[in-house]
């Protein structure tokens, strides 16, 4: 039996929060310039609010200044397009966030493309995509940023490790798979189709599951001594009519096999905002050239 590590993201995200807000207080004081986050809400969707309010805080706490614009929900895709490129032209703005999902009245490909890629911060513009792609110098998204983190933590290099990642979305699943790539890992993109998808697993030194599904990973899917990073938040019912959240691996089976393992919440979630600031203020060094 190999005994499991709990990685703590929220920790983790703690530290990070901590050297963002202290290089914002290094690059204000050289620079005069303080980075600035716009955040676009389009409607009143209450988790999404949470979500955002959370980010607000949070980019106050590090330094630096928040714009937030809360449009109705029968906001015209034209309008949301008019306020991305007032914030594209915005010099005090150095990265902007638009929360998905978006209204159906609103194609979201065009909103995501309409920002430009030297302030999307959430990493998912198609030029972002692109430069990841091909080993260049891009603003990739905020979750697996934060998994790569969170693997390199714990595991120094990852050279040559055999790396499965469930899950094939443009928002984790592909970044994810490119990154490990970039570390030299041998990455496996799998997914609803793949075939007998637990002896793949099984080969796995790096696990990453971001699939959306609840506890799909077993104990057994899992290779001995094997770092398992779970990407998936699932609220499922609980006694007394009420719910918890679950990741995609059932954690408690993977106790005792994985050397090391994300718990749900806890883990990938706390270093997605954390990794949203470290990429504002990233994106602020490269407009500024600092």
Avoid at 267 to 282: D, K, Q, S, W, Y
């Amino acid at each position: 039996m190999t005994e499991t590590e709990i990685i703590d993201g929220k920790a983790f995200a703690e530290t990070l929060l901590a050297q963002v807000a202290k290089d914002v207080a290094n690059l204000k004081a050289s620079s005069g310039k303080t980075p600035g986050l716009a955040v676009v809400i389009v409607g009143e969707d209450p988790a999404s609010q949470v979500y955002v309010r959370n980010k607000v805080e949070k980019t106050k706490a590090v330094g630096m200044v928040s714009v937030h614009h809360i449009l109705p929900a029968d906001t015209s895709q034209a309008d949301l397009l008019a306020l991305v490129e007032q914030l594209n032209q915005d010099e005090a703005v150095n990265g902007i966030l638009v929360q998905l999902p978006l209204p159906k009245q609103i194609d979201e490909s065009a909103v995501i493309n309409a920002i430009s890629p030297d302030k999307d911060v959430d990493g998912f513009h198609v030029v972002n995509a692109g430069r990841l792609a091909t080993g260049q110098d891009a603003l990739v998204p905020c979750t697996p940023t934060g998994c790569l983190m969170l693997l390199k933590d714990r595991l120094g290099s990852l050279s040559g490790l055999n790396a499965v990642v469930i899950g094939r979305s443009n928002i984790v699943g592909k970044p994810m798979a490119a990154l490990l790539l970039a570390e030299s890992c041998t990455v496996t993109i799998a997914h609803s189709k793949t075939r007998d998808l637990p002896a793949l697993c099984r080969q796995a030194d790096i696990l990453v599951a971001a699939v959306g599904r609840p506890e799909m990973v077993k104990g057994d899917w899992i290779k001995p001594g094997a770092v398992v990073i779970d990407v998936g938040v699932n609220r499922i019912p609980a006694e007394g009519g009420k719910t918890r959240l679950v990741g995609d691996v059932a954690t408690k089976e993977a106790m005792g096999t994985a050397s090391a393992i994300t718990p749900v919440p806890g883990g990938v979630g706390p270093m997605t905002i954390a990794c949203l600031l470290f990429n504002t203020l990233r994106a602020s060094r490269m407009q500024w050239g600092k």
